[in-house]
């Protein structure tokens, strides 16, 4: 059974909504959402800490929203007004070690280096 497991990735056009969903199968701490286009970095989009507090990428600010169930490991990610440049595989990702009163490690935004599980990954395409 996979620990982390992400769905709701899908086509859809420029300024419409997505909403993704990751469950996880073990307690996590830490939680984000990352993307990555084939030949290019990974980039962390949105993190979700032990203490319930959020951090966006820039490139997302405004438009996306992480939100985690209370009291449930699933995650989930609500991308309103998307871009085509938004376009890439999403993956989930989970710290499994509680760090510094609930912040995440590496924090303000931590490079994947630093989440031990790892969705498949869920695509999603916008067409302009």
């Known amino acids: 059974q996979a620990q982390l497991s992400e769905s709701g990735g899908g086509s859809v056009q420029a300024g419409g909504s997505l909403r993704l969903s990751c469950a996880a199968a073990?307690?996590?701490?830490?939680m984000g959402w990352f993307r990555q286009i084939p030949g290019k970095e990974r980039e962390g989009v949105a993190y979700?800490?032990?203490?319930?507090?959020?951090t966006y990428a820039g490139s997302v600010q405004g438009r996306f929203t992480i939100d985690k169930a209370h009291r449930e490991n699933n995650l989930y990610l609500l991308m309103d007004d998307l871009k085509p440049e938004d376009s890439s595989m999403y993956y989930c990702a989970a710290q499994i070690q509680y760090y510094d009163g609930g912040r995440c490690y590496g924090s303000p935004r931590p490079s994947g280096d630093y989440f031990q599980l790892w969705g498949k990954g869920t695509q999603v395409t916008v067409s302009s």
């Open positions: 073990k307690t996590t701490y830490c």
């Open positions: 979700y800490d032990a203490r319930r507090i959020t």
